[in-house]
């Protein structure tokens, strides 16, 4: 065969190679292999992803070597972040809305969670006569954070219902050990918290759940609308000068939600750390269960979604109008859409 008709036929070969697998073409060394990730309550199946990822070595076999600094919520994680100690916020959607609003450009990059995981209980011994939302006028009610996502949940229950931020007291409770304390001893009145918290308060008849977030139908009814939860988001400078990092990232996450679609509740509990089980391992499980649907699939985050998020927030927030706020700027879905063609997800 002629030396160059071979060449034409190698190239063309690696031509169709290359149109056949864009994500594999696309993929080049992270331009920074040290990422340092901030998370508000690591312990929450929220951020089940991002433990599987770390757990399963998927942030290595993508080149990186990450550092996770666990916060009290997801509000810190986002101050982390702004203040310069973290690359990268694992957090939830909607502070890139809320930044925006500040001229500060915050972008996702993948998806963690497709609805909030989020669940109001109010405590049948402070409340044990409990008719609706004005019986909680004047009560504390336990977050994780003041101004994380659990706080905006609340919120929307209360203006459901009539009441103002303003005629209740909220108490940063976190999202484990502390947050079932403070409900236990009396701390707070109700509680707008993750699970496995509210899975545990629930079956021990300590709360009666109000509100729920945990599944696609009770987000539905919450937030008329799907809802995005958790996400990778950094700035958006850092994605155009990093893109190979967060398509590294990204491919850690997705890869993670693939073994999330197929992993029963026992190969969970083996690859967690066991003080994530609080104590209680089949209540750990229960929870598990009760949130799994709420795990996204292949962190595509849908523009539906979006717009559901751009809705919520500004109902809540009078500083925000929806109408302001440039969706296509709080989250990109280039990075997922190559690694959910990578793992297949």
């Known amino acids: 065969m ?14 169709a190679a290359a149109v056949a697998a864009p994500g594999v073409r696309a993929q080049g060394k992270p331009e920074k292999s040290r990422v340092s990730i901030a998370v508000g309550g690591k312990a929450a199946f929220y951020y089940l992803p991002l ?16 550092e996770i600094a666990d916060h ?4 810190t994680a986002l101050q982390a972040l702004v203040g310069g100690s973290a690359d990268v916020v694992s957090g939830a959607y909607e502070h890139t809305i809320h930044m925006q609003a500040k001229n500060l450009l915050l972008q996702s990059i993948v998806l963690l969670g497709r609805a909030p995981q989020i669940a109001m209980g109010v405590s ?8 609706g939302v004005a019986d909680l006028r004047g009560r504390k009610i336990g977050v994780s954070a003041a101004g994380s996502s659990t706080n905006m949940v609340a919120n929307l229950v209360l203006s459901r219902g009539g009441l103002k931020a303003s ?31 509210m899975t545990m308060l629930e079956q021990k008849g300590e709360v009666r759940i109000i509100s729920d977030t945990r599944t696609l139908k009770g987000t539905q009814e919450v937030f008329g609308g799907p809802m995005p939860a958790g996400c990778f988001y950094t700035h958006i400078d850092y994605v155009k000068a990093h893109p190979n990092t967060c398509q590294a990232l990204a491919n850690a996450i ?5 073994w999330l679609q197929t992993a029963g509740p026992s190969d969970i509990v083996k690859t967690v750390p066991e003080s994530y089980l609080l104590g209680d391992r089949a209540l750990y499980l229960a929870s598990f ?8 699939l292949d962190g595509l985050l849908p523009e539906e979604g979006a ?4 809705k919520a927030v500004a109902s809540i927030d009078t500083g925000i109008r929806a109408d302001k706020i440039d969706i296509g700027r709080t989250y990109t879905n280039d990075f997922a859409r190559r690694a959910k063609e990578k793992f297949k997800a």
């Open 2 to 15: 002629h030396p160059s008709s071979l060449s034409r036929r190698s190239f063309t070969l690696l031509a």
């Open 51 to 66: 433990t599987i990822a770390e757990q399963l070595g998927y942030f290595k076999a993508e080149g990186l070597d990450v």
């Open 72 to 75: 009290a919520g997801g509000a």
């Open 124 to 131: 049948t011994k402070a409340v044990p006569n409990y008719r």
């Open 167 to 197: 005629d209740v007291s909220y108490v940063g409770v976190g999202t484990s050990t502390g947050a079932l304390v403070a409900l236990r001893t009396g701390q707070v009145d109700a509680m707008s918290n993750t699970d496995p918290v």
């Open 254 to 258: 997705v890869h993670a939600l693939k």
């Open 289 to 296: 269960n009760k949130v799994r649907e709420a795990i996204a």
């Open 307 to 310: 717009r559901t998020a751009v």
